[in-house]
């Protein structure tokens, strides 16, 4: 324990170290940058078209990454938007149906569709759970080829129609691979900008911890409805190109074997990684060309493939790659908070009226969870709520959150009523929670877990972010600071880069207050922050709450440990069976009969 | 016309049904849906016509044989793709370990079988009438499931057992239930219940490697709609699918009656994700 007041703080360090470990994860796509563009010098027309082959998959690979990889969504048809691009593209060009269209032209008309189509066969996804979502974009999948096969005065049918030919300097077979080469580089870019992004982490916080990104603001058909947009206008221009590639295209072209490849192909590449599904798409794209008498099992061996990753390396290729967090951590490690760093962290928190909870009730069947409890968090103030168990605390916090509409009863925020139930609007009012189990992104760093909870802090939209435009990269670094500073008052930057999964338990419920702070809540809601921990632990917990109530934030504290109540609380309501058994100042409640007989024990 | 309609309608129906069934026996056993349920189906029809047609087996013991094919896939289902995953099964990776599996058996069958749609024989030697027996036969063999599925589950003591585990798991593991065991055999259960869908449906849906993906996703229909783990429900969903597609496909033809039936599923299941029959119920923190 050294003298940890007297270390400055020095977010620009995070900074270089940043952008050192971002020349590292770069490296790798620059070299297949350079391999790819001097392809021709060395390779033969064949390894050309399989070249350009890889590109086109990728292109809409990359897309379906954010959805799978990022967000979790297992969306396994998603060939019906290669199908969709490639008959747009072609019929448009043919002119089929009206006068025929510029290839480029019709190439954008296709990512429109496809967008709008990414959207229709995604947003199931916010309803459904995950089997039901891959059931019906494996229906939809088949429904796109059925009606490819019968429109047939649009489609030709079973006898198909011309793929699009682009022209010069597209049109030799070189020059469409450069095309190709140049869409897939551009969509590997927009998807690392967007990983690298408050976007990219709320998806993975979606998909690890679904209920935490609700708490931190996230919403989640809003993030995933610009995904899928995105996905789908992706997914779609590959399949222009595809067509393109084909020179001819038939509905027996988009077979389910497809999209078997392209989702395997982020699985094997692994979940949150760009450059694993990037490596995956290349992998299963040449394969078969090394063992042609093969080419007939390729679907059985990329499914055989697909189940020796789920059973043995559900991490994929990017956590056999990710040596940097194979290095031991330091065992004998201690959390040092600094509370003095609070104030700079809630810098302007203003003195806004209490949150109050008038006569809330609420029974699950015929359990009364709480019923008529009073209860007022003043900013500025540690409010303990303690009682044994089943007596309703992390209920109350619940309704606070909006989980539970109560049945009876108001919630309100300075006066006014807070609406039931809108529970990623509480973010917005500057309320933060934490959670009885610690709910964090596992595969994230701790740093990336903290950030998450300042995303709604970001001004910059989702394609400033895939564009990297200033405002993104001014998102980032602010995000990043504010990190780093929530960190170092919690006492966890030394950890800052490890992943989160890897830390102890108590590491982890410091990691939840960090992320509670970026939100400069003026209300904090703790659920048994001191569960698990030390009692040396417990009473660093005690001063850095002090600290963030004295910043002027209103601290709701459900516990069990009588010292940490009794220590810190200005005001403390003692819940037995859903009602108020006593409420006091902690003195008082000390020595309350009741209190003693039910709960603290005489 | 109508008659024909609603025969046709009634005994796809059944199948749908019956895959419903082998679906929810898994799911009960273990929580897990299983992307192998029309996998199975497919097998009882590719097995079926392997053994009478192209082997020469009398129909009896084919129709055995089919019927143990399905049951030992249910149990390489439950060795090879859910007993791994089951202790994440908050990750979903049953999703993608059933769909690999899945995927194998369906392209082994599609190299080493045929890629064609194959015949299958006549059970039962008698002449064709207009209540024939492709169509009976799933209607028998729906109402046979049923009506066991009922007595195994109300009057022995092996399908006391399997309520307790599909109602609470660690309880029933608590009691001494021998869990990994009772979950063996669900699912031999489920892979013969499977089998016999598709042996039974194998006239009207022919031996055919891509009957899998097609009952996976049909079969999943009245799940979903008659609330999963729910079998009354799941009959009545899938006799209403089978009559609502052949429906369609009479009015506005075979392409577009998938259209149509897709689209329904979609609308009600956004409507009411949790089945129509089941009550909505959700704790999630």
Known sequence: MMDTQATPLRPSRANVRGSVSTLGAALPFLALLVVGVSLPLFAGGYWGVIATRACVYWVLVSGLNLVVGFAGQIAIGWVALLTLGAYTTSVLVAGNVMPALPPYLALAIAAVVGAIFGLVIGLPALRLRTFYFAITTLGFATIVTQVALAWQSVTGGGVGVAGPVFPEPFASQWGFYYFCFGLAAICTWMTANIAASRFGRALTAIRDAEVAAEACGISKPVLLGAVFLFSGAVAAVAGGLFASLQSYITPDAFTLDLSVLFFIAILIGGRSSIFGPLLGTILLTVLPEFAAPLVAWSTFLYAVLLLVIVLAIPGGIAEILDFKNRRPLESDRAIVPRPELIVRLLDAAPNGGALTLQQVALSFGGVRAIDGLDLEIRPGQVHGLIGPNGSGKTTTLNVISGYYAPQRGAVRLNGAAMHVLAHHRRAHMRIARTFQTPRIVGSASVLQNVMIGGTIDGEGTFVESLLSLPRHRRDEAMLRDTAMLALAAVGLEQLAPVRADRLQHSELRFTEIARALMLRPKFLLLDEPAAGLSVEEISRLSALLLAIARAGTGVLLVEHHPDLIFDICHHITVLNLGKTLAAGTPAEIRSHREVINAYLGG | ?285
């Open chain 2, 1 to 285: 016309m109508v008659a024909s309609i609603v025969l046709s309608g009634v005994a796809i129906g059944c199948i749908y049904a019956l895959i419903a069934i082998t679906y929810n026996v898994m799911f009960s056993a273990s929580r897990v849906f299983s992307f192998t349920a029309g996998t199975l189906g497919m097998l009882g029809g590719v097995l079926g016509s392997l053994f009478i047609a192209r082997m020469g087996m009398p129909v009896a013991v084919g129709f055995l044989l089919a019927l143990a094919g399905g049951a030992v896939f249910g149990i390489v289902t439950e060795i090879v793709a859910v007993r791994p995953v089951l202790k994440s099964l908050d990750q979903h990776l049953y999703v993608l370990s059933t769909l690999a599996l899945a995927l194998m058996i369906q392209q082994f069958t599609a190299i080493e079988w045929s890629t064609e749609p194959q015949p299958f024989p006549r059970l039962l030697d008698i002449a064709h009438v207009e209540f024939d027996q492709q169509f009976w036969l799933p209607m028998l063999a729906c109402a046979a499931v049923i009506v066991g599925l009922e007595l195994l589950y109300r009057h022995s003591l092996i399908g006391h057992a399997f309520l307790a585990i599909a109602e609470d798991n660690y309880a029933a593991r608590a009691l001494g239930l021998p869990e990994r065991r009772l979950r063996m055999m669900s699912y031999a259960l489920a892979g013969a219940i499977g089998a016999l869908a598709g042996f039974a449906g194998g006239e009207m849906l022919l031996a055919f490697f891509a009957n899998a993906p097609m009952l996976t996703f049909y079969g999943f229909v009245p799940v979903a709609l008659g609330g999963m783990g729910n079998n009354r429900g799941a009959v009545v969903a899938g006799l209403l699918l089978g009559l609502f597609q052949q429906t369609a496909n009479f009015l506005v033809g075979g392409i577009f009656a998938s259209v149509a039936v897709f689209t329904v599923f979609i609308i009600v299941l956004l409507a009411r994700p949790e089945g129509i029959a089941s009550p909505a119920l959700r704790r999630r923190v």
